[in-house]
Structure formats: C-alpha cells, structure tokens
C-alpha cells in the first residue's frame, strides 16, 4: 500500500473538518452541554430535506442556510420544552432532535424522487470520494471538502479570537459574565448557530458520525490535559488533526491485518479520535490515571514506611536490652497493608538507610531512630490532644492519632507541644523530645 | 370528485388496517404495540432517573455489538442473521457503553454529558468500521445489518413480532415486581442507599432493561428513533401527573398508543416509513400535552390569571369596605373607588364588571354601585385578613404601623382559615369581629 495524493487530501480534508468541529465542541464541553452537538448534528437532515424543499434546490448555500435555521430553531425549542414543560434538558434534547430526525426522514423519503439525498451519506459521510469532486481556488485544484471545511475552520477560529473574553467568561460562569454586562445567553446562541453551520459543512464530507465524535471528544480529551482554557484550545485542534490522520492510516492498514481490503474512514477518524481521549485519560499530566494511581501509590508507601519505623520504635522502647529483633516476618504482619506494599514499604526504608537487616531481624539505624522518634512524638502529642482538649476517651483516640501522625507537619507538632505539659500520653507512656 | 375517491381509498386503507384485514400488518400492529407499551414504562423510570441520553448512547453503541455478533455467527459457521444472536451481541454491546460512562463519569472530570456524547460517537464509529468489513465478508450480504440503523417495522415477521411480545412482557413483569424500588431509586437515591438498597444492582436492572428495549426497537424503528420511544412517552406522562403509577401507565398508553396510530397511518399512506412516523405521532402528543396538559402552558397560565383575577376583584371589595366604613353610606362612587388605589379607570371599570358578574356588586345607578349581601361578607373577610395581618407585623414582627399596608395588601388574599384562627388566637381578636385599622386609611389611594 503506497501513500498517494488522494490519501494526503483525504488526511487534510478530514483534519480541517475535525479542527472546525472541535473548536466549538470545546465550548460545548465546558459549557456542559456536549449533547447539543449530538442533537445538532441530527437535525441537519431535516434541516437539508426542508431548504431542498422549501427552495427546490440542492445550491450548498441553500442547505447550509436551512441547516443553520434549523440549528438555532433546535436550540430554541429545547429552550422552549425545557422551560414550558419543565423537561429535564436531557430528555428535552432527547424529543426535539430526535423529533426532528423523524421529520427529516420522512420528508426525505416523500420527496425521495427529487432529492438526491440519501440518509446513508449524512451518517457516513464520504470522505473517500471527496477527492474526486474538485474546484478551483486560486489556480489549485482543491478538493472540495477540503475548501469547506477550511472555511468553516477559519470562520470559527476568526469567532473565536474576536470573541475570545466573551466565550471565555461565559463559558465557566454564566452569573458572573451577566453581571459584568456580557450576554451569556447570546453567547451560547452564537456558539450553537455556529456549531450548527460547521455540522452542515461537515456532514457533507465526514458524515455526522464524525461531527458528534469531533465535536465532543477532543475538547473532551484536552479538558482532561490541561486546565488552562487556551492551551485546551490548542490541544484540541491537535487532537482533532491527529485523530484525522491516525484514523486514515488505521483505515488502511488495520483491515489487511484481519484480512479485509478497506474501512470506512470517517468511522476510523471517530475511533481513534476514541484512542487518542483513552490516552489522555491515562496519561494527563495533573488528571491522568496513571499519575493519580502513581501519587496514591506514593502516598500508600510513605505511610506504611512510617509505620514500620514507628513499629520498630516501640518494640526498642519496651523490650529488654538484649531481646532478638523483629524478623521481617514480624513488621509484614504488623503491617496491615497487601504483600506488594510491605516489600516496597521495607525497601524504601532500607534505602534511606533508616532500617538495618540484620541475620538475627531488622533494626533502626541512627538516622532511622531519630525519624522515628518525631513521628513518635507526633502520635503522642495528638493522643495527648485528642483526650485533654476535646475530651475523647483515652481507649478511642489510637487510631485518629494513627491516621493524624503521617500529615502532621514541623509547625504543626511545635504547637502541639505547646499544649502539652505532662510529657506523657493518656497511657502514660513518655512523650519524646524534638529532635534537633 | 377527485377527493371525494382519494378520500374513500384512504378510508378503505385505514379500515383494512384497523380491521388486521392484512396478514403482514397483523403482526406489524401487534410487535410495535408491545414495542411501544414496553418502552413507554421502562422510559418513565428512565427519564425520572435523569438519565434520559443515556439511552442515547446505549442505542448507538448496539451497532458494533450487533456487527461482532454476526462476525461471531458466521466464524462459527452459523447463519449469521440468526435475529436472537444478533440482539445478544447487540444487548452485551449497550451494557458495556454504559459501563463505559460510569467509569469515565467516575474517574475523571467530564460530566455525563461529554461521558455519554464520547462513548456514543467511538462505539458508533467502531460499528461502522466492522459494518464496512462485514460487507466484504462473503456470507455477509450486509444489507441485513444496515437496517439497524434506520429500521424496518414492515419487513416484519410473526417471528419477530412473537419475539418483541415475549420480551415486553418480561419487562413490564419485571417492572411491576421492582416497582417500588426502582421509584425510590428515581425519586431519593440516597434514601434508598440509606435504607440499604442495593442501588447499583437497581441502577444495573434499569439499563439492562433499557438496552433491552432499545435492542428489540433497533430492527423496528432504526438506532436513533429508539431513543425517542423512550424519552417522549415519558416526558409526556409527566406532564399530566407526578404520580410515579399514573406516569408508568401513562407513558405507556402514550407509547403503545403512538406505535399502534403510527402502524396504521404507515400502513395506510404509500411512501410513509413506520418508525419516523411513530415518533412523530408521539411528537405530536408530546407537544399537545405540552400547551394543554395539566403541568403544561395553558392550564398554567390559566391559573395563574384566575389567581390574579381574584385578587383584582378582592382589590375592589376591600376598597368598597373602607369607603363604607368612613362615609357610613352604602352607595360608592366610581370616583371614590377610583381614588383608592393606582388603577386606571378602565382597569377599575374591568374588575368592577366582573364584580357585578360573580355577584358581590350592584350598580344602582351611573356611577353608583353597591356591595350586594354576600359582596359584603367576601370584603368583610378579605378587610378582616388584612388588618389581622397588620396588627401581626405591628405587634409581633415590630414593623411601623405605617409600614405593614403594602406587606398586607399581598398577603390578604392567600391566608386560610387555619392561618386567620391563629392570628386571631395570638392577637385575642373575636372571631367574626373586624378590627380597626392600626394606620390612617386616606380616602385617596389606600394602597400606598
């Protein structure tokens, strides 16, 4: 399989029409409202099917006018039900758009003589063949779709840096924006006449299929990235661009894997647009699971590595001069963490030198004697709070001071200790001195 | 001439199909019927449980299900559009969407509307892809599939109008034996958690009776459409009650009622598809019941006039009192009354007229009326609320006397007995007795 022309059109058709959707599907996403995409995207066939017979003519403008119409009458009349009928907004986008789905079809199927409208092509769309239908621009053959799209794009980026304070402020709060004299409710009209005439430009070339997933999912993946609103931006038309090419590779090569010729581009842009939001949830930066799980992880061995120099503080502090060290065996059972957890824990307090494995067990170092004591010390002045200040009983306090004593700061233990005066906790065990 | 015939074939159409004159249309009527029924009751749970788009992307995600079920079938070498292994591939395919959006919903910051809008558009985009694979397949003449999308109520067979029976009846049994539960579940999720429900495995029997719905309305009405016999019945029920029995049973009459009107019509009228025409009927209903339904616009707005109409009238009478009580004269003039308040001439006139019509004032004559018997007793009592009122503000809520006529004036016509009882409890007024005014009336416009 060689890479020719076609296919370079094909990956730039399919990326300006991704970046075009994306940019408002960013707002969407922000806003909380991904679904209007959703519903917008179906009412563009009605929206076609009624200028073609309103107007009795298939002109693109003519379409692009009626589906634009149709977007912003869609936007009002969830409006409408939302606010009339005290609808749930899901289930208001629910009735209009699929009411209007149902209207587009049948008109579409009355008409079916005339109109060259096929329901097939709205949902997928055919980017494979957009290649062949050319025009002129500037003494280039260009594709079609690939002028259209970039319209549509450029059109929504030029919106979208005029408008940029506007968009931005409305989109994280509404009351604040109305109060400063911006119009939140014009905003999101704008954003959904806007959003409705990128789907009909789009439509055309990817199929709505492609429209819902671009317009959702890359502002959706780079919300995830990044908690800046222009860098979202911008990781969004990256997104977008990307899914459009990794989607037509996928398609070319994927199916000779399992022994198939070809597969729908539009539907391979959708799902890698998919792959690139899983990477994104795994892999951001601040929100990624492998980060979070990576910081719990941390968090988890800190704790059980205090508690084991915890552990051995005690056993020293009441055992007999020359009793045997715990044995390994003894801390892993002390511990009430899983197998995996009590090897990194032992490791990492070995590596820091504050724990000893000696033949006869395991044993504090220096450096680990004096950790020790702080946390110690720690636990101690909490119990000693926990029962003289808020009047808990003295058996019941154990285990607040267990979980206190790991997020207990320097500050923190010193005033603590101003409180204290005895020296000793409710048990009557010694508090010990700070160390220096 | 010409309607008159097209008219009389269209009945003589309707007529045969409303008499299941047709064998093909028998078995169309009934399995959109059950359809309809089915998916108008397990929609009323869904959509109080908010979760209407949720069905959204349960519907578009049964295409790759459906797509790797025929894949499977055909590996194995079975006919690979066995109905049945098709909807179970379709029904694993839609419980794992809404898997899906759990866990994006759980772990990350989307809300469920980008959750729902993600996993809708990649598993619709991934059932395209294997449908462009399946066409290439020898055995798969896809055409079959593609059908999902857009449905095809009239190719039905008895087969598949036996089967959409036998599981709406599952369902709605299933509905009736948890209906308790899964009310609690819409209405107070964390009371039933409290209680100790099991909420997940509620929340887990709703979306499989959801994507059970949405599987056996796919092949009729088409992926899209599914999601409407879910959502409008529903959402039109609630416009008539609030009440989680009537909603159910009424979201699914609506249901069964649309599918069944739908059948007939698509039936009836050539070139007309039965699944976009039975969400248009159910649109139609929805929308009717929106201006005209009990919670709609209509009964709302005329609520809201009697009210304030009422409040008008109580306006005039109150006044009638006040100029009765310092003129010691049973005739008032229009000009006095005019006076007594900010109303313009024609306003007074207006509500005067409707006065006279509900029989509380006579005119005597000109511009002279009078209050009739019981006009006198509805002002006694309206002038009685009012004062108590005032007394209330100025003696136990410290506000100057000057001040409590405005507060009054709006709250006099909304207190009931048990609320005049105890005011006059707390002020030791005597029943019946009306109580002086404790500010200046001036006859010049009482109400500032």
């Known amino acids: 399989m060689t890479w020719q022309l076609y296919d370079t059109w094909v990956v730039i058709t399919g990326a300006l029409c991704a970046m075009a ?161 911006f119009r939140p409710r014009l905003v999101q009209g704008v954003l959904m006449a806007m959003t409705a005439a990128t789907a009909v430009a789009a439509f055309e070339t990817v199929g709505s299929i492609l429209v819902v997933a671009m317009i959702i999912i890359p502002g959706a993946a780079a919300w995830l990235l990044t908690d800046r609103y222009g860098h979202m931006l911008l990781w969004t038309l990256l997104i977008a661009a990307l899914s459009a090419l990794l989607g037509h590779v996928a398609a070319l090569i994927v199916p000779g894997w399992i022994g198939f010729e070809g597969m729908s581009t539009s539907g391979s842009m959708a799902v890698m647009a998919g792959v690139l939001f899983v990477v994104a949830w795994a892999c951001a930066p601040q929100h990624g699971l492998i980060v979070r799980f990576h910081r719990r992880v941390l968090l988890s061995r800190r704790i059980a590595m205090e508690d084991i120099l915890g552990l051995l503080y005690r056993y020293e502090e009441e055992a007999k001069q020359d009793a045997a060290a715990l044995t390994v065996a003894d801390v892993r059972e002390a511990l009430s963490v899983s197998h995996v957890m009590a090897a990194l824990a032992l490791r990492g307090v070995r590596g820091a030198k504050q724990v000893q494995f000696q033949t006869g067990g395991v044993r504090l170092t220096e450096d680990g004697r004096v950790a020790a004591q702080a946390l110690v010390r720690t636990h101690r002045l909490w119990e000693r709070f926990l029962w003289e200040r808020l009047g808990l009983r003295a058996d019941h306090i154990h285990d607040t001071a267990d979980r206190l004593e790991h997020f207990t700061s320097e500050e923190m233990a010193q005033e603590l200790a101003q409180l204290d005066d005895a020296g000793e906790d409710p048990h009557g065990r010694p508090i010990p001195p700070a160390g220096e | 001439m010409m309607l008159a015939t097209a008219d009389a074939t269209w009945w003589e159409a309707f007529e045969r199909a409303l008499l299941l004159r047709d064998a093909n249309t028998v078995w169309v009527v009934l399995g959109v019927l059950a359809l309809g029924l089915a998916s108008g009751s397990v929609g009323a749970f869904l959509v109080l449980r908010r979760r209407a788009l949720t069905a959204d992307a349960i519907s578009h995600a049964t295409l790759p299900g459906i797509a790797v079920a025929f894949m499977v079938m055909v590996g194995m070498g079975l006919a690979g559009k066995s109905m049945i292994g098709l909807l179970v591939g379709a029904y694993i395919a839609g419980l794992l969407a809404m898997a899906v959006i759990v866990l994006i919903q759980r772990t990350t910051r989307l809300k469920d509307d980008a959750a729902i809008g993600i996993v809708l558009s990649v598993f619709f985009g991934v059932g395209i892809c294997m449908l462009s694979l399946v066409q290439q397949m020898p055995a798969g003449n896809a055409a079959g599939l593609e059908s999902f999308i857009f449905g095809k109520a009239a190719a039905m067979l008895p087969g598949d109008a036996l089967l959409i029976g036998i599981v709406s009846v599952v369902i709605m049994l299933t509905l009736a034996i948890f209906f308790k539960e899964l009310g609690v579940l819409c209405f107070d999720e964390s009371w039933a958690a409290a209680r100790g429900w099991p909420v997940m495995a509620l929340d887990f029997l709703l979306t499989g009776l959801v994507a059970l719905v949405t599987v056996l309305a796919i092949q009729t009405v088409g992926l899209v ?94 006044a009638c009192w006040e100029i009765i009580e310092s003129s010691d004269e049973e005739d008032i003039s229009m000009g006095d009354l005019l006076a007594k308040r900010s109303w313009s001439e024609r306003e007074l006139a207006t509500v005067v007229e409707r006065c006279m019509r509900a029989g509380t004032i006579e005119r005597i004559d000109g511009d002279i009326v009078r209050l009739t018997s019981e006009g006198r007793e509805r002002a006694r009592r309206v002038v009685r609320n009012h004062r108590l009122w005032e007394a209330y503000l100025v003696h136990h809520a410290d506000i100057a006397p000057s001040h409590v006529d405005r507060d009054a004036d709006a709250i006099e016509h909304i207190l009931d007995e048990d609320l005049v009882k105890s005011l006059e409890q707390l002020l030791g007024a005597s029943a019946g007795e009306v109580p002086r005014s404790p500010h200046a009336i001036n006859g010049g416009g009482g109400g500032a």
């Open chain 2, 225 to 318: 459409l599914a999601i409407a016999l879910l959502i409008i019945p529903a959402s039109t029920a609630l416009l008539w009650s609030r009440r989680l029995v009537v909603v159910v049973i009424g979201s699914a009459l609506v249901g069964g009622f649309s599918a069944w009107l739908g059948a007939m019509l698509s039936a009836t009228i050539p070139k007309l598809p039965t699944g976009p025409i039975i969400v248009l009927v159910c649109a139609s209903l929805f929308f009717l019941s929106l201006f005209l339904g009990r919670r709609g616009v209509l009964p709302r707005w005329l609520a809201r006039r009697s009210l304030s109409r009422r409040v008008d009238r109580q306006h005039v009478l109150r």
């Open chain 1, 21 to 181: 959707c994306a940019l408002p599907g960013a707002q969407l996403v922000l806003r909380r409202r991904s679904m209007m995409g959703d519903a917008i995207s179906h009412v563009v066939l009605p929206g076609v099917a009624i200028a073609f017979l309103v107007t009795a003519s298939n002109d693109p403008y003519v379409m692009l006018v009626g589906a634009v119409i149709i977007g912003v009458l869609t936007t009002l009349l969830i409006d409408l039900v939302q606010r009339a009928g005290k609808t749930e907004v899901g289930a208001s986008m629910g009735i209009v758009f699929t009411a209007l789905f149902a209207l587009g079809l049948v008109l579409i199927r009355k008409a079916a003589d005339d109109v060259h409208i096929d329901p097939h092509v709205v949902i997928y769309g055919s980017i494979e063949l957009s290649y062949l239908d050319q025009i002129r621009l500037l003494g280039w053959e260009v594709p079609r779709g690939a002028v259209v799209n970039g319209a549509a794009l450029l059109a929504n980026g030029v919106l979208f840096l005029l408008f940029h304070k506007e968009l931005k402020i409305t989109a994280f709060d509404e009351s604040l924006a109305a109060s400063m004299g």
